[in-house]
């Protein structure tokens, strides 16, 4: 854990909680390093490339949370430099709380999962909605050509740090692509091994008059 996560996340009843369950010091030690900010690495950069989804959390005015689901093609989270990421902002319900929400309070939270690998990245950074002439020169740098979903307008996140998580209780799920990929040689040796029982049928009948 970077210590510009735990600086971050780790408040005052936080540290008491951990002081409480025995985790402190654990913690207090992987917080004491630098403290420059996070930057992001290769190992991030390949991570974010497989993605087709991310869960981003929000804070209106209310004071209440909001978490989404974000989907699209894979690496659709691009990595602008190491301490910037974008995404085109697909038109959806058109509910707007997202949107509405980081126009008040730019701070934002993502959690991406890679279920088969049981790995989880989690990304703290604040946000700048470009939309209109200002989202102009972002729109080829998060646009897929190949997908066609409409892009409503731009979110650049700067991030602020970044936390690798625990990988515990993360229930392995593939996606259909991921299992056909695993199965394809499978399905061809069944293939294979029918033709040749049919082959051997016949053999055996022709031998059999």
């Known amino acids: ?48 490339a497989e993605r087709d989804s991310f869960y981003m959390a929000s804070t209106g005015s209310t004071g209440w949370p909001y978490v ?49 690998r049981q790995a989880r990245l989690k990304i703290l950074g604040r946000v700048e909605i470009l939309d209109g002439e200002a989202a102009k020169l972002w729109l080829p740098k998060v646009v897929d050509p190949g997908y066609k979903a409409v892009v409503e307008r731009v979110y650049v996140i700067r991030v602020e740090a970044f936390d690798w998580n625990c990988p515990q209780h993360i229930t392995p799920r593939f996606t259909t692509a991921q299992l056909r990929e695993v199965l394809e040689p499978v399905e061809e040796r069944v293939h294979e091994l029918q033709e040749e029982n049919a082959r051997l049928r016949a053999e055996l009948a022709a031998l059999q008059v």
């Open 68 to 116: 989404q689901h974000r989907g699209g093609p894979a690496g659709f989270l691009k990595v602008i430099d190491g301490r910037t990421l974008a995404f085109g902002d697909f038109r959806g319900n058109r509910q707007y709380v997202s949107t509405g929400n980081l126009m008040t309070d730019d701070r934002v939270a993502l959690i991406l999962v890679d279920y088969p």
């Open 1 to 48: 854990m970077a210590h510009n996560f735990g600086s971050l996340v780790f408040t005052p009843t936080v540290h008491a909680l951990q002081e409480k369950y025995g985790s402190r010091r654990q913690y207090a030690r992987m917080a004491s390093g630098s403290s420059s900010p996070d930057v992001i690495g290769e190992g991030e950069r390949e991570f974010l």
